[in-house]
């Protein structure tokens, strides 16, 4: 069973009535379901939002997730920083993190990273199509060639951020630009994928092929069976001669 987190700000639909039209229920409520749909019995599926108490973040939380999904936008410094130390050392001591959009200017994304994170971006609801280029990779397995979004909110280069481990998805968009839209990393113990569509104005995480993406990368960074603990490194005796 793979224990599963998706945490969400929550607060565009508290705000904003287009929204509340397209993600009645919050967008963790249908990332959580498509989760569901996907992956059926191997999941365990709960959900967070900002205004939880300790951003539904505890320690007991943590240490009962495999895998953590963070959808972030207008509200990262909303966000505690001891909750994101607290996330962070989950995440090297071997939990799973898919962050999603908007969420690379996370504080935890960010922390994971080491950069800026930022990158150019314009929101005119074009077309953006999702190229695999690594098609064996267990991310991509099942995904269409493209993975046609019809309207999304355009994200391109220079994004900054560390290369990655393994890029699996660039896109392409109508305007000519093109980004690095999904990515892993190895971060200590823990696997960090980063997925960029899925604007809050647009239906893009009711898409099926978006919905299998985000499944498979629960899967992929699943830990397994292995113990949660930070990465240490034990000193040899010395020995003489």
Known sequence: MIRVLVWNEGEHERMDASVQAIYPDGMHAVIADGL???LGDEVEVRTATLRDPEHGLSEEVLAATDVLLWWGHMAHDG????VVERVHRHVLSGMGILVLHSAHFSKI???LMGTTCSLAWRNDGEQELVWTVAPGHPIAAGIEQPLRIDRQEMYGEFFD?????ELVFVSSFAGGE???SGMTY???RGRVFYFSPGDQEYPVYHHPQIRRVLA???????P????RELPTVTNPPRTHA
Request: glycine fraction near 10%.
């Open 36 to 38: 569901r749909e996907h």
């Open 79 to 82: 966000v505690d920083d001891a």
């Open 109 to 111: 994304f960010i922390r």
């Open 161 to 165: 951020v560390p290369a990655p481990d």
């Open 178 to 180: 093109v980004f690095r």
């Open 186 to 188: 190895r971060r200590g």
């Open 216 to 222: 498979n990368g629960v899967r992929w960074a699943h």
């Open 224 to 227: 397994g069976e292995s113990a």
